[in-house]
């Protein structure tokens, strides 16, 4: 349909053809979103399906301290993430990291007899 056959229209005939074109695009969309909410469902339960199947996570061993203050010897490194600020401190001061590890061989002696 072109501008003018709209222009020659009464508008009883547009109100009457807007109201069509209302209809069939609510019945489109209605269509369209049930679709839509059917794959949704679809992925999500997929989704579902796979996190249920997941393994559990494994339990990792606690990781023991490597490297301790001197100065304090309550505080300790395992040599994992961020570096601690008194270790940070120590490395300025000119200690090495081999300076400041933990002395196993005792530690294992009085474990053993223990």
Do not use: F, H
């Not at 999500?44 to 490297?67: F, S």
């Not at 940070?88 to 400041?100: V, Y």
């Amino acid at each position: 349909m072109e501008n003018e056959d709209w222009a020659s229209m009464s508008t009883a005939e547009l109100w009457r053809l807007y109201d069509e074109v209302t209809t069939v695009l609510g019945r489109r969309m209605t269509a369209e979103k049930a679709k839509l909410e059917e794959r949704l469902r679809k992925i999500e339960g997929t989704a579902a399906a796979a996190r249920d199947e997941e393994r559990p996570r494994r339990p990792y061993p606690p990781v023991l301290p490597k490297y301790q203050n001197p100065k304090n010897p309550s505080e300790t490194w395992s040599g994992r993430g961020k570096q601690p600020r008194w270790l940070k401190a120590q490395l300025r001061a000119g200690k090495k990291l081999n300076d400041l590890l933990i002395d196993r061989s005792s530690a294992q002696r009085r474990r053993r007899t223990g």
